[in-house]
Nanobody, 116 residues
Framework: QVQLVESGGGLVQPGGSLRLSCTVS????????MGWYRQAPGKQRELVAR???????NYADSVKGRFTISRDNAKNTVDLHMNSLKPEDTAVYYC??????????WGQGTQVTVSS
């Protein structure tokens, strides 16, 4: 059974940092592209960052230079390091796994709130 479990969300002031982590089980983690998505109230879910099985990364323009995605194939985890957070980064963040563009699973989501 595929499971993705996120952790690390919370409330942070503008300019602050958070690290989200996603632990994955039930799949051959190292073969999959892992991504972080987010959904703000009233908006569609959007891709924030993803990392391929080979370690290539890409980011949404809105987070380039501030967020970093990384993976640990030995621990079956994918992290999202978020720096210089802005109020517009407030959203529920979801972990996703894909294999050759096919969705394998989603996490339950973790809330990130950026507010003073």
């Amino acid at each position: 059974q595929v499971q993705l479990v996120e952790s690390g969300g919370g409330l942070v002031q503008p300019g602050g940092s958070l690290r989200l982590s996603c632990t994955v089980s039930g799949m051959n983690f190292k073969l999959n592209t892992m991504g972080w998505y987010r959904q703000a109230p009233g908006k569609q879910r959007e891709l924030v960052a993803r990392i391929t099985s080979g370690g290539s990364t890409n980011y949404a323009d809105s987070v380039k230079g501030r967020f970093t995605i990384s993976r640990d194939n030995a621990k079956n985890t994918v992290d999202l390091h978020m720096n210089s957070l802005k109020p517009e980064d407030t959203a529920v963040y979801y972990c996703n796994a894909k294999y050759v563009s096919r969705d394998l699973g989603w996490g339950q989501g973790t809330q990130v709130t950026v507010s003073s």
